[in-house]
């Protein structure tokens, strides 16, 4: 009886510390990129982070991705901006609004993952793209209050498009 019990415990010990090694090996993650424009390193998923600065993605990217060729901001909306082929480009939205991204026909950028990840170093939420041609696409986000369970929140919607032509 002592021995059935011993060996339960060992095999419990064990496969708590092979869990355990497990978790160490995953949280080192990769410095080797993702390819053209993706942020670097290997993205985690942290439930309820992106949610609670208003970006749609819980995605935690802990190393900083290469700098895009075109970053482009709310104030921009509602105007052309000029990007040429193979170029990065990075919509940065800020904290405190629910951002939600409208899907739109792609044919001239393609979307990088994660999509609109929080990145805190700058308080935004982040969406890349990367230029496979010549040609216009629009990409449209909503803005709406980000609000708390179980206070008033205002109920408005503001729509922010953003035309990129790719020269």
């Not at 002592?2 to 064990?14: A, K, Q």
């Amino acid at each position: 009886m002592r021995t059935i019990y011993s060996i339960r415990r060992r095999f419990f010990l064990i496969s708590l510390l092979s869990l355990a090694f497990t978790f160490v090996l995953t949280a080192c993650g990769s410095n080797t990129g993702t390819g053209a424009g993706n942020p670097s390193g290997s993205p985690t998923t942290v439930q309820g982070y992106g949610s609670a600065y208003g970006c749609p993605s819980d995605a935690v990217v802990t190393t900083a991705p290469s700098t895009p060729n075109v970053m482009v901001h709310p104030s921009q909306a509602n105007t052309t901006i000029i990007a040429h082929t193979g170029d990065v480009i990075e919509i940065q939205l800020p904290f405190g609004h629910q951002w939600r991204d409208r899907p739109t026909s792609q044919n001239v950028l393609e979307l990088q993952t994660p999509a609109g990840y929080a990145w805190k170093a700058n308080n935004v939420c982040v969406w890349r793209f990367v230029a496979k041609g010549p040609g216009t696409a629009t990409l449209g986000f909503e803005n709406r209050a980000l609000c708390k369970q179980g206070q008033l929140c205002p109920q408005y919607v503001m729509y922010l498009p953003f035309t990129i032509e790719v020269k």
